[in-house]
């Protein structure tokens, strides 16, 4: 299934709302449902009224995901996950630079397709979490012009409070396609040939074509 460039200004949109609001001492306490629904609104309602934001404004975008995102993923995971078997033989040079190149690239295409955010609201459907559990699916629908577009987040209980490590789009899971991208990189020319990749996708300007 294609993720057009609307799907991904939604899940743009809704990633960078999951991880804004409260401190994270504060998030910690907070049903990973409830911070989803909460948040989300909050936050949407933010990138609507910023045309910076929703122009792709990268270095504004860049700003955003260090300071109010990333404290609340598990990037680290999210990338060696992506990565595959090679994670284990790569360098801590090189886990670097995957984890680097990596959100680069992910910032690169919410940056172009933010400027899809324009009406939208989301839903969170019923939680089926288990007293102890630490490890939860929050499964959202994204609603605005076209049909609904679901939307579903992994999230990991973890000592300072829930973790995103995994998202998907009409039940296209983030880490699941680019693990097959990287894959065909790293059987051709290895870690630093998946690297350089990277670099120079995250470096192209973005255009309406390069975000679809």
Do not use: C, H
Request: glycine letters at 6%.
């Amino acid at each position: 299934m294609k993720i057009t460039r609307r799907m991904w200004g939604m899940a743009a949109g809704a990633l960078l709302a999951l991880n804004l609001g409260l401190p994270a001492a504060a998030s910690a306490q907070e049903a990973p449902d409830a911070l989803v629904k909460r948040v989300s609104t909050d936050v949407l309602d933010t990138i609507k009224k910023d045309p910076a934001l929703r122009g792709g404004d990268t270095a504004k975008v860049n700003a955003l995901v260090n300071e109010k995102v990333m404290p609340y993923v598990d990037f680290r995971r999210m990338t060696s996950a992506a990565v595959g078997p090679a994670w284990r033989q790569a360098t801590p040079e090189q886990r670097q630079r995957l984890q680097d190149e990596f959100k680069a690239l992910l910032v690169r295409t919410y940056s172009g397709a933010l400027s899809q955010v324009v009406d939208q609201t989301i839903t969170v459907k019923p939680l089926r979490m288990a007293a102890g559990d630490t490890d939860v699916l929050v499964r959202t629908q994204v609603n605005g012009r076209g049909d609904p577009v679901q939307l579903d987040f992994r999230l990991e209980k973890q000592a300072d409070g829930w973790k995103l490590y995994n998202f998907n789009v009409l039940g296209v899971w983030l880490v699941e396609t680019y693990r097959n991208q990287f894959a065909q990189e790293i059987n051709a020319s290895g870690i630093d040939g998946l690297i350089k990749t990277l670099a120079s996708r995250s470096s192209m300007p973005v255009t309406p074509a390069a975000a679809k």
